[in-house]
C-alpha cells in the first residue's frame, strides 16, 4: 500500500503516466487497485443497507473532488437511484484586500440539486472529511428538507481534525494518514486531480 | 425623654443627601428599552463584523475565525478559562485559555504554530485538563494540521510566538 512512487518505471502500453506530477508526490498511499477494491466493497455494502428502499434513494456528490469516487460508486451500488451533484463555493482568502479586519462572507449554494429529497433515503457523498465544516453546512441544509433518512459516504475520513463530530459518517473508505493528499479527485490549487492513485503532497509544497 | 418633646432644631434629621444624589442619578440613566436597545446594537454590530472587536493573539486565529464564520459556525474567541493548578493559599498558579469554543459542537479548538517539537508544554497542560476536566471536548490543531487545512485555501501558516506583556509565550 504505502510503496514509493515507482519514477524508473515504465508506463504500460496505452497506459497514461504521471512523471510529470512525481516531484511533487512523496509517495503513493492508494494505488488505483486498493481504490477500486474498497469502493466496490462500499457499495456492496450501500446495496445491502438500501435494499428496501425502492426508489428512494438520492446519492449526490459535493463537487468537484468527489468526482471519481462518485462515478465509481454510483456504478458499484447496485439498485434503482436518482443521482446529483451539489456545488458551494470554497472559503477563498483575499490577502490584499481592504479593511484588514474584513468579513470572509458565507458560504453559498453555486449548484443546487435538481432533484427534489423530502421524504427520501438520502446519500451524501464526498472525497474527504477532514473538519467537517462543509459537511456540516449541507447536512443542516438537507435536514430542512426533511428528508426520510441522511447518512454521509467518504472515501477518507479524518477524525483527528473533526470539528463537526455529530456527522452522521456511516460508510468510511480509508482512515485519512497524517498526509496533505492528493489524487483520485483531491487537489491541491486544482491541480493532481486526475492522478488515478492517491499520494502524499510533498511538505515544501504546501507549507508556504 | 420622648423624642417629640424636643424642639424641632434638635431632632435628628434624617442624612438624605445621599439618597437625594441617588435619586438624581436614577434619573440620569437612561430609561431601560434604551439600554436594551443599545445592547442589541452592539449585538448586532458584534455579529455583523466581530472582528472590529476581538484581538486574536495570532493571525493564523483571525483565518480560522474567518473559515468558522464562513461555514456559518458560532464561535466564541477564548471565552473560559480553566485553573489547573493552585498554589497552597488557593490561588490559581496556572490556567489554560482555550482559543475557540464553538457552541454548536459543545467544542474547544486550541490552535498552536509552534514547531512538533516544541510543543510538549502545551501537550502537558491539555493532559492536566483533560485530567481535571473529563467532560470538555477540545480538539487541539498543531502546526501541520493547520498547514494542511488552511493551506487547501491557499492560507500560508507561519510560526509566529506572541509573547503577552509580562508573560512568557505558551
Known amino acids: 500500500m504505502s510503496e514509493p512512487l515507482p519514477l524508473t518505471a515504465r508506463a504500460a502500453p496505452g497506459d497514461l503516466h504521471y512523471f510529470s506530477l512525481a516531484p511533487q508526490i512523496a509517495k503513493v498511499l492508494y494505488t488505483r487497485e486498493d481504490i477500486a477494491a474498497r469502493v466496490k466493497d462500499m457499495g456492496r455494502q450501500i446495496t445491502a443497507d438500501y435494499a428496501g428502499v425502492g426508489r428512494d434513494l438520492v446519492v449526490f456528490g459535493i463537487l468537484k473532488g468527489v468526482l471519481p469516487f462518485l462515478a465509481d460508486l454510483l456504478r458499484s451500488i447496485d439498485l434503482p437511484l436518482q443521482s446529483d451533484v451539489m456545488t458551494i463555493a470554497g472559503y477563498k482568502p483575499h490577502f490584499d484586500e481592504e479593511p484588514p479586519r474584513r468579513l470572509p462572507g458565507v458560504v453559498c449554494i453555486t449548484k443546487d440539486l435538481d432533484i427534489a429529497v423530502s421524504g427520501r433515503h438520502v446519500l451524501i457523498v464526498e472525497d474527504m472529511i477532514d473538519t467537517g465544516l462543509t459537511l456540516n453546512f449541507i447536512a443542516k441544509m438537507i435536514r430542512m428538507r426533511q428528508p426520510a433518512s441522511l447518512a454521509i459516504v467518504t472515501l477518507f475520513n479524518r477524525e483527528a481534525n473533526r470539528l463537526a463530530w455529530n456527522l452522521p459518517v456511516r460508510y468510511s473508505g480509508f482512515e485519512a494518514p497524517d498526509d496533505f493528499l492528493v489524487g483520485y479527485g483531491l487537489d491541491y490549487r486544482e491541480q493532481f486531480r486526475n492522478l488515478p492513485y492517491v499520494g502524499s503532497l510533498k511538505k515544501e509544497v504546501y507549507a508556504l | ?170
Open chain 2, 1 to 170: 425623654m420622648s423624642l417629640t418633646l424636643l424642639p424641632p432644631t434638635i431632632v435628628e434629621q434624617p442624612d438624605n443627601h445621599s439618597a437625594r444624589k441617588f435619586t438624581a442619578r436614577i434619573t440620569r440613566v437612561r430609561p431601560i428599552s434604551s439600554l436594551t436597545r443599545t445592547r442589541e446594537m452592539r449585538n448586532k454590530k458584534w455579529r455583523a463584523n466581530p472582528y472590529k472587536f476581538v484581538r486574536f493573539a495570532h493571525p493564523v486565529e483571525a483565518e480560522f475565525a474567518r473559515v468558522l464564520t464562513y461555514y456559518r459556525v458560532r464561535w466564541l474567541y477564548e471565552p473560559h478559562q480553566f485553573p489547573l493548578d493552585w498554589h497552597p493559599d488557593g490561588t490559581v498558579a496556572r490556567m489554560f485559555s482555550p482559543d475557540f469554543y464553538l457552541p454548536e459542537f459543545n467544542l474547544y479548538a486550541e490552535l498552536t504554530t509552534q514547531k512538533q517539537t516544541l510543543v510538549t508544554r502545551k501537550n502537558a497542560k491539555l493532559r492536566r485538563l483533560r485530567e481535571l476536566y473529563p467532560d470538555i471536548n477540545i480538539r487541539l490543531f498543531y502546526r501541520k494540521d493547520l498547514q494542511r487545512m488552511l493551506g487547501r485555501f491557499g492560507i500560508s501558516v507561519t510560526s509566529h510566538t506572541v509573547t503577552p506583556p509580562g508573560g512568557l509565550a505558551v
